[in-house]
């Protein structure tokens, strides 16, 4: 355990080591949120609506605040870690170690992801604070709490869907587009820019039984109040499910690329 | 004047060369033309899932209906496949960290040119330029705007203005290189003010409009050439249009110069 918990603390200065670049990519962040708080504003003004897709102003508000910010937090890139390592022989020094390679990579991306996680709690609570003082929008402590849990797997099932996508590099020689092409897809597909309500009632029907809408849709709608206790209860649960099953094919087909792997170099 | 015409076609005529070479290295390995596409396209996506939500609910970005917001993006997409078709100006940090100026150096012709206009993207400009091109057209005729010669031709004017913007601007922020060691953040930076344009500038509020307009005019990319013909721009911001383009260009030629000034080969 020592060994994974030093990986963590490796991952965790690794994000620390360029401050000014951590800054500039937070205000980086808030511009497009921001220009979606235009969007909507312009939007809920216009229509005269108390709701549209199922959200009140607020919400909606809240949605694309927290969003962005999720979709920042649960981009774990290892994709392109597992991808360089099978591509530049790396992994070989990975199978020779007493390490298990899986949980060596899941303990740098929580590692590295570690501060953000800590600024993503001090975004949402801004974001609450003003959505409070400005619409007196309140959020449950309960609801806070549901959602932090259901962020924490989150990032772990967006880690194993990444994961399991990211054995393609067995196979595959030049997949570092396929790569950047399919992330985008994702972060659009998960409703990282907008609820998938947006998309229609046909999407969203569906993306109650894919694993991609359990990263960024679900959670925060465990936040904004959309989702009950009950439901917020079942979308950990189904969090927990893809997790297993994500965990176990990516499992096989680590193994089954290990297969195909050679090592060629002094 | 002759001379200064011969010298001129000289450099249209490298520039096509180059253009043709860099056709004929992407073509080389066909499949990287089609991920680097695909790469756009989903990009694309994002702009349009924009468009999509303005046009399902009709909603009016300040005084401009759905139909004319069409045209705004068609622009901004348009745009953002000529700042990607501009590889010469956005491989600048990456050639002045490595070195590899010093090669150019000993070339003829302007340092500048043979730099940003040495390489070209046709992967990630085809997909941009084209969608850009379909939505400014879809846009213009739901507008019905009458398509006269002035009409085309104020269009025309503007975009070429947003044209040689999207150049200079590209090129000081890739430029900031010579004076800060990591330009990572800068470039993340300028990729988010880049994407305001994603929708009109009258979707936000006035301070940010006069930022935009007069401090960091990057509206002025994207959003001249259709308020132009839509009649939404008075004579002193018409020539304003222009005239930042023009001090735009002259800026970014200093600072060229200021910059090549600092460089110091590292090659070995």
Not at chain 1, 207 to 212: A, E, F, G, T, V
Request: with cysteine.
């Amino acid at each position: 355990m020592e060994k994974y918990k030093t990986v963590f603390w490796a991952g965790v200065s690794n994000s620390m080591e360029f401050r000014f670049d951590f800054l500039m990519n937070l205000i980086g962040t808030v511009f497009p949120i921001l220009m979606q708080v235009f969007i909507w504003s312009a939007m809920y003004g216009d229509s005269g609506c108390d709701a549209m897709y199922g959200y009140t102003f607020p919400q909606m508000i809240l949605y694309v605040v927290v969003a962005g910010a999720v979709a920042k937090f649960t981009d774990t890139g290892v994709e392109y870690m597992v991808n360089e390592d099978i591509h530049s022989g790396g992994i070989a020094r990975y199978l020779v170690r007493p390490v298990n390679y899986v949980g060596f990579r899941l303990c740098d991306v929580v590692g590295n992801k570690f501060v953000s996680m800590i600024s993503m709690v001090f975004v949402t609570l801004g974001a609450l604070l003003l959505l409070f003082f400005a619409v007196d929008f309140v959020v449950t402590p309960a609801a806070v709490l549901l959602f932090l849990l259901s962020l924490a797997l989150a990032a772990v099932l967006n880690f194993f869907i990444f994961f399991c996508l990211s054995t393609l590099a067995f196979w595959l020689t030049e997949i570092g587009n396929f790569f950047h092409a399919i992330s985008v897809v994702i972060m659009v597909m998960s409703g990282g820019i907008f609820p998938v309500s947006v998309f229609g009632s046909t999407y969203e029907s569906i993306s109650r039984y894919i694993p991609l809408t359990y990263t960024i849709n679900y959670p925060i709608q465990i936040l904004s109040g959309t989702a009950g206790i009950t439901e917020a209860v079942e979308v950990l649960c189904i969090q927990l499910i893809w997790i297993f099953l994500l965990a176990v094919l990516g499992r096989c087909s680590w193994h089954l690329g290990l297969k195909k792997y050679v090592a060629v170099g002094g | 004047m002759k001379e200064r015409m011969h010298e001129l076609k000289w450099y249209v005529r490298v520039a096509v060369h180059f253009g043709k070479l860099s056709l004929q290295s992407t073509m080389e390995y066909p499949l990287n033309f089609v991920s680097g596409v695909c790469v756009e396209l989903a990009y694309m996506m994002i702009k349009l899932v924009y468009l999509y939500v303005v046009m399902s609910s009709g909603m009016k970005v300040g005084s401009l209906t759905s139909d004319m917001v069409i045209m705004f993006v068609g622009t901004y997409i348009f745009m953002t496949g000529v700042w990607m078709f501009l590889s010469g100006v956005n491989s600048i940090p990456e050639q002045v960290i490595k070195g590899d100026l010093d090669l150019l150096m000993t070339k003829p012709g302007s340092l500048q040119f043979l730099q940003t206009f040495g390489k070209y993207n046709f992967a990630l400009a085809f997909p941009n330029v084209t969608v850009g091109t379909m939505l400014m057209a879809e846009g213009w005729k739901r507008c019905a705007i009458p398509a006269t010669i002035g009409h085309i031709g104020v269009f025309v004017l503007y975009l070429a203005a947003g044209i040689v913007l999207t150049y200079s601007f590209g090129l000081m922020a890739a430029l900031l290189v010579f004076w800060v060691t990591s330009l990572h953040a800068v470039s993340t930076l300028y990729a988010a003010l880049w994407d305001y344009n994603n929708m009109p500038m009258e979707l936000y509020p006035k301070v940010i409009r006069q930022i935009g307009t007069f401090l960091i005019p990057i509206f002025l990319v994207t959003n001249w050439s259709g308020m132009a013909i839509l009649g939404r721009l008075d004579l002193l911001q018409l020539i304003w249009g222009i005239a930042v383009s023009v001090l735009a260009f002259i800026l970014s030629r200093l600072m060229w110069n200021a910059g090549i000034r600092r460089y110091t080969s590292a090659n070995g």
